[in-house]
Structures are given as structure tokens and as C-alpha cells.
């Protein structure tokens, strides 16, 4: 089951009978997973119920892919309900105007799960620091700060015969790409910049493959086992 990122009352304004009004909505923010895309879930409240209890009928949540967004900012010059402050989200489609008590709140989650970074401008969050996009998916990745030098053997491939490389390496990780060097020299031998690696991570056969891509020097597979 999903995990909300945030989740809590927005108001979005509509427009009935040419007036504009404020609808009261419970709303959920999630973020890319296997299970379903980064997108905002939301269902208008009913009067006389605490909205976290409130239930859902089939058709009731509707639903805004994140993926589809091009802009979300502070929306100074509207009016909103008491004790919120309007923001706009801007999509490929349409455009929302939504209020909240805590907009900065919302407007950063959907920032991070829209564009993968925190909002630009420093007066729109206040004081927040920009958080860069992390690579966590394997443990070299996200490890590569603390530890970047990994001792391997190379495992006999087509590519690492046509490279000549056998024996003992060092791989090392940099933030833009990977580099074998001689475990003894410490001389580089091989970069693979991050760009051109198709898949890099665990193998069952060999521990650890790198498979690039063909404007590699190395070729297509290079197989080696952590030490």
C-alpha cells in the first residue's frame, strides 16, 4: 500500500454560476513508486466530519498526474479562505488556484515530486536549501561520499579480453562517473561517465556488471566482483 508524502486540507477554487468559490478538499500528495505515479489525490470533505475519517465512493477522488506539471508558485494577489495563503498549480491542461495553511509546504513536496528539486526562489520557501537529486537505487551509488574506492576482480568477458583487463582494480565512484584504476599505480585505466551506463549494480553470476553503452571504450559488458 501506499505511503502519502503529505496529505492534508487544500482549497481549490471553481467556478459555479459564474461565481467564484472555495471547495475544501482532503487531499494526498504521492510520489513515483513501482506501485503507481507521482501525482495529488484529492476528495472534497463532507460538513460535520473530520475529513481524515470522511470515506471514499467509487468516483469521488480525483486525481492530477505530477508529471504533467509545469509550474506551482505563491499566488499573492488572490484572496483565499481565513488562515490560508493561494498557490498556483499550473498543468499541461489546466490551470489550479489552491489555498492552503502551510503553502510553502505543499508548493515544495510538489516541487520534488514534480522536478525533483525544492522550489528556485528563496523567498517562495524561505531560508530551505536545495536538495539535489539523489542516486540510491544501488549501494555504490549511494555510498560513494563515505567510501569510493571498492577493491574488485575483474571476471573473464568478451569486453574485458578485448580490453585486456584481468586480475585485481580498484573502482572507484565520482559524483559524474565511475573509473577502474590499477590497484597498484593507482593509474586510471577506464572511465565510464554515468551517462552511458545502461544498468550498473549487483549480477547473481559474477557480483558486481557494468553494461554500457557502445560509445564506451570498453565496449558492452565488463563483469567484476566486489572484494
Not at 505563491?74 to 493561494?86: F, I, L, Q, V
Not at 539523489?134 to 561520499?145: C, D, G, H, K, T
Not at 569510493?148 to 571476471?155: A, D, G, S
Not at 590497484?183 to 586510471?188: D, E, K, L, R, Y
Request: aromatic fraction near 10%; glycine fraction near 6%; charge should be positive.
Amino acid at each position: 500500500m501506499e505511503c502519502p508524502v503529505k496529505d492534508g486540507i487544500l482549497y481549490i477554487q471553481h467556478l459555479k454560476f459564474g461565481k467564484k468559490i472555495w471547495k475544501k478538499v482532503w487531499a494526498q500528495l504521492f510520489a513515483d513508486s513501482p506501485s503507481g505515479v507521482a501525482r495529488l489525490e484529492y476528495f472534497e470533505t463532507r460538513e460535520g466530519a473530520a475529513a481524515k475519517k470522511a470515506t471514499l465512493r467509487k468516483g469521488e477522488c480525483k486525481v492530477i498526474r505530477l508529471s504533467d506539471c509545469v509550474s506551482v508558485e505563491r499566488a499573492g494577489e488572490h484572496s483565499s479562505p481565513k488562515d490560508t495563503a493561494p498557490f498556483y498549480l499550473r498543468m499541461m491542461a489546466r490551470n489550479y488556484i489552491m489555498a492552503a495553511d502551510e503553502p510553502d509546504e505543499w508548493i515544495e513536496c510538489v516541487c520534488q515530486l514534480a522536478f525533483q528539486r525544492t522550489p528556485a526562489s528563496s523567498s517562495t520557501v524561505g531560508d530551505t536549501p536545495k536538495l539535489k537529486p539523489q542516486m540510491e537505487e544501488n549501494v555504490i551509488y549511494s555510498s560513494w561520499r563515505e567510501t569510493c574506492q571498492f577493491p574488485v576482480t575483474v571476471f573473464h568477458t568478451e569486453a574485458s579480453s578485448r580490453c585486456h583487463l584481468k586480475g585485481n582494480y580498484l573502482l572507484v565512484t565520482l559524483s559524474e562517473c565511475l573509473e577502474l584504476k590499477d590497484s597498484q599505480s593507482g593509474q586510471t585505466l577506464y572511465t565510464w561517465p554515468y551517462a552511458l551506463l545502461r544498468r550498473f549494480g549487483q549480477d547473481k553470476v559474477c557480483g558486481v556488471s557494468l553494461l554500457v553503452t557502445v560509445r564506451a571504450p570498453s565496449g558492452s559488458r565488463v563483469g567484476c566482483s566486489h572484494c
